[in-house]
C-alpha cells in the first residue's frame, strides 16, 4: 500500500479566500495521498494562519474535519481517513475549506493541475497578504483596511497599533515554501 500511496500523482491546488478584495489567493502543490489533516497544514502556512481556530473542508456536500467530541451530530468525517486524492480525484474538482467559524474565511480550493509523485509541498505562486487572525472575517478585514488608509478614520490609530507594519499587497512566495518544505 505504501508503495502504490507514493505513486500517487501531486496535485496543484489553487487557494482563493472568499469575500476579500482585491483577491487573496496561493497556489500550492501537495502529495496527492496526503490525508486532508495534512492539507490543512499546508493551507495555514501557505494562508498565513496560525491554526488557532477550527476547520473543516466540504466535498460535494461531505464534511471532513476532526469531528469535536462535545459537538459531534455524526456529519463530519475524520480528515486524517480523508486523502486527498479520493476526495478530489481529478483536474477541476472543488473543494470548500472553512477556516475560525467565528470570522468564517472560507477558501475555495480547485484542482488545477496532477504531476509528478511528490513527498513535500510546495508553495508556487500566490498574491497578497493573508488577513490578521480574529479581524472579523470578510467585512471586518475590509473595514480595517480603509481605517488604517485614512488617517482621519475614528478607528486608525487602533489599527494602526494593532497590525504595526502590515503590507496588504506583500507576499512571499520563497518563505512559504521553505516553511511548507519542512512538512512531512
Not at 497578504?129 to 488617517?151: H, K, N, R, S, T
Request: aromatic share 10%; charged share 25%.
Amino acid at each position: 500500500m505504501a508503495e502504490k500511496l507514493a505513486k500517487t500523482p501531486s496535485y496543484q491546488l489553487k487557494v482563493t479566500l472568499r469575500g476579500v478584495k482585491p483577491p487573496v489567493w496561493r497556489r500550492v502543490v501537495v502529495p496527492g495521498h496526503w490525508h486532508l489533516g495534512r492539507v490543512h497544514s499546508v493551507l495555514q502556512v501557505a494562508m498565513g494562519w496560525s491554526n488557532a481556530h477550527l476547520h473543516e473542508f466540504e466535498v460535494d456536500g461531505v464534511r471532513f474535519g476532526e469531528p469535536d467530541p462535545d459537538w459531534d451530530d455524526g456529519r463530519v468525517r475524520r480528515e486524517a481517513t480523508a486523502r486527498l486524492h479520493e476526495v478530489v480525484p481529478d483536474v477541476g474538482a472543488r473543494m470548500d475549506y472553512t477556516y475560525d467559524f467565528g470570522d468564517d474565511w472560507r477558501h475555495s480550493v480547485v484542482v488545477e493541475a496532477l504531476g509528478e509523485p511528490a513527498q513535500r509541498a510546495t508553495c508556487v505562486a500566490g498574491r497578497r497578504a493573508c488577513p490578521p487572525e480574529d479581524c472579523g472575517g470578510a467585512w471586518g478585514y475590509a473595514e480595517m483596511l480603509a481605517a488604517v488608509d485614512d488617517p482621519k478614520h475614528p478607528d486608525h490609530e487602533e489599527y494602526a497599533e494593532w497590525l504595526g507594519v502590515f503590507d496588504p499587497d506583500a507576499f512571499d512566495t520563497a518563505g512559504i515554501a521553505g516553511i511548507l518544505s519542512l512538512i512531512r
